[in-house]
């Protein structure tokens, strides 16, 4: 049998584990790396609701499009006002599942609702730290109203003005950086 020197006893022990040292680093990085995961995931979300929200702006607007043409097809253009007043929501065959019906206080976020005291479509952010809006009003929201887009046709001689299509416009400007 060989005798063990004591220093190779020490060198061996050594070897087997982290140094105090060694785990605070480790522990650092992950935590740097942790913290830039999580910053990249809010950011996704927040594009992720981002896009579902213009995602529905656009069946919305889709659905405003559709019944004015059907108001133009059937010649009662004098009815296309009501477009402009009128909760968009009840034209969709299926109305989103955060579709909550009227505004009401305190809004629930992440939610679409029909102000009908302001006649405007309204969207309360869920998160919005990327969202920048003019008004610093509690919740974020943001808020659309749907117009009516006319154009000055002449007929027989004479001009006349006519309905020409329906857009939904934000009432402040927004912006998600």
Do not use: H
């Amino acid at each position: 049998m060989s005798k063990v020197q004591p220093s190779a006893q020490c060198a061996a022990r050594q070897e087997a584990g982290f140094s105090l040292f060694e785990f605070v680093v480790a522990f650092i990085i992950i935590s740097v790396l942790a913290a830039v995961l999580l910053n990249r995931l809010g950011y996704y979300q927040e594009m992720a609701e981002k896009a579902a929200m213009e995602s529905m702006l656009r069946i919305v607007k889709t659905g405003l499009q559709v019944q004015l043409a059907e108001l133009i097809v059937t010649n009662r253009q004098g009815e296309a006002a009501r477009l402009e007043t009128e909760d968009p929501f009840q034209w969709l065959d299926d109305k989103p599942p955060n579709y909550a019906g009227s505004y009401r206080t305190p809004p629930n976020t992440g939610t679409w609702y029909f102000d009908t005291n302001q006649r405007q479509v309204v969207y309360v952010v869920n998160s919005g730290n990327r969202l920048e809006l003019d008004s610093d009003a509690g919740a974020k929201q943001v808020r659309f109203r749907a117009r009516l887009l006319k154009d000055r046709l002449q007929v027989s001689g004479t001009v006349v003005e006519g309905v020409s299509g329906v857009a939904l416009i934000p009432v402040r400007p927004y912006r998600w950086r």
